[in-house]
């Protein structure tokens, strides 16, 4: 099996690059194509790694709107979503996992 690529979105540009920095710090099988601290920025950058993206790494909210979960319905790759208000978007996420594979949620703060 090949390299596991993912594309990561998270709000905060500092937790962004803790994610990061954790996810280089695996083994040689994952590879992160690229990030982004909002949904414009995602989104902008998609068609150029769309087709090589194997999974998600997705905040669920920014700005007070679920982008992480209009992401991961829209693409319908595996997804792990965070956020510091999970709880909030349980029956969300149960709803989404009829049509996306979701992998985990994880609240925040969390350290690797």
Known sequence: MGKI???VAEKDALSLAKREAVLQELPDDVEVLF???SRREFVKKLPQYEASIDALILEIEAGG???GLDLASELGKPV???SKNICKYVADIEDLEDDVKVVSHLTKPFTA
């Open 5 to 7: 690529r993912f594309a």
């Open 35 to 37: 990030t982004a601290t």
């Open 80 to 82: 792990l979503f965070i």
């Open 65 to 67: 709107q679920s982008v």
